[in-house]
């Protein structure tokens, strides 16, 4: 990580984090809606780029993709259980689901 762009630098990630934590939030351009400083000043102090940042929202995607794909795994709906099963499966499984299906490899 480089030097801090000002001396609130660390008051803002530390802000930051709480946010994302506390809204589950997903996208950094997200955050802005709860935190008490604007995108501009987030990306000036380069908070987009800090690793506990980025690794923050990413476990954030991680548990609500999870949380989907489970739903979708112990809903009676088919169309969501089909859903669950192509992101699940292989791809030759993949490939058998689709009805329309073109190699576009040099294989096929």
């Known amino acids: 990580m480089s030097k801090p762009k000002s001396e609130n630098t660390p008051k803002y990630e530390a802000e930051l984090l709480e946010v994302i934590k506390k809204h589950k939030i997903a996208f ?6 709860f935190t008490s400083f604007s995108r501009a000043t987030a990306y000036n102090n380069g908070l987009d780029k800090l690793d506990n940042i980025k690794a923050a929202i990413d476990e954030n995607r991680v548990k609500a993709k999870n949380y989907l794909l489970n739903k979708w795994i112990a809903s009676d709906n088919p169309t ?17 689901l689709n009805q329309s299906y073109v190699d576009h490899t040099t294989n096929g």
């Open 28 to 33: 950094f351009d997200h955050c802005f809606a």
């Open 80 to 96: 969501l259980q089909l859903a669950a099963f192509r992101l699940l499966s292989v791809s030759e499984e993949h490939r058998l």
